[in-house]
């Protein structure tokens, strides 16, 4: 069964910063997942990678396969990036979530 | 841009009662999953569905629990009897294909008294 960890559990952030967000997992997998949960609940997916590196605006997604670690970039942080940051691996056809980081930045 | 939806958004029932979630996957996706959180835990995977078949369920997908795919375009959870424990937010998602991006649906928080 694969574990999911994520570093930290919480951050705080003053608007501007640079934001990283970990994630290991124990057993190999074909895929992760960097997903977003809001406040009110909804989820988001942002990023799902095999290898290497994905962009999309200012997150960053990158993923070591031989570490089993992959990790989430904010650049610029805005207060609009508060919000729970889930990684989750793919296990056949399910995914196996992280407890979740909880980002808030402040004006 | 399509999406996911849940109805309804809350629901409270009294312990023993059946409910049944709604869905409506994005219309061209073929797999279909069922997904829950427990207020303050992580979210926990209940049950995939293609094919008009479960393709996997998770050990908290007991007797209790039933999912169908009535018409061409709803998904629905079915929980026979509900218990205290049964109180979570419930989520939807859909993908395309197997192994690609799965889109959530806003959740049906569900309370259980």
């Known amino acids: 069964k694969n574990e999911v960890e994520q570093s930290p559990q919480n951050l705080t952030a003053q608007e501007g910063e640079f934001i990283t967000i970990n994630c290991s997992y124990s057993v190999g997998i074909s895929a992760l997942h960097w997903l977003q949960q809001h406040p009110g609940g909804g989820i988001v997916s942002l990023f799902m990678?095999?290898?290497g590196k994905k962009k999309h605006g200012r997150l960053i997604a990158t993923i070591n396969i031989q570490e089993k670690h992959s990790s989430l970039h904010i650049t610029a942080s805005h207060p609009r990036d508060s919000a729970v940051y889930i990684c989750?691996?793919?296990?056949?056809?399910?995914?196996?979530f992280g407890t979740g980081t909880r980002l808030q930045v402040f004006p | 841009e399509p999406e996911v939806t849940q109805t309804p958004s809350h629901q409270v029932t009294q312990m023993g009662q059946e409910v049944i979630l709604r869905c409506v996957p994005i219309?061209?996706?073929?797999?279909f999953y069922w997904y829950r959180q427990i207020l303050g835990q992580k979210v926990e995977f209940l049950v995939s569905?293609?094919?008009?078949?479960?393709?996997?369920k998770s050990e908290i997908f007991d007797d209790q629990f039933s999912v169908e795919r009535p018409d061409g375009s709803n998904f629905t959870l079915k929980i026979r009897s509900t218990k205290l424990e049964d109180s979570a937010m419930y989520f939807c998602a859909s993908s395309a294909r197997r192994f690609e991006t799965q889109y959530f649906g806003p959740g049906t928080r569900l309370l259980v008294l």
């Open positions: 990678l095999s290898s």
């Open positions: 989750a691996v793919r296990d056949t056809d399910k995914l196996i």
């Open positions: 569905f293609y094919n008009n078949e479960i393709s996997e």
């Open positions: 219309s061209n996706h073929l797999y």
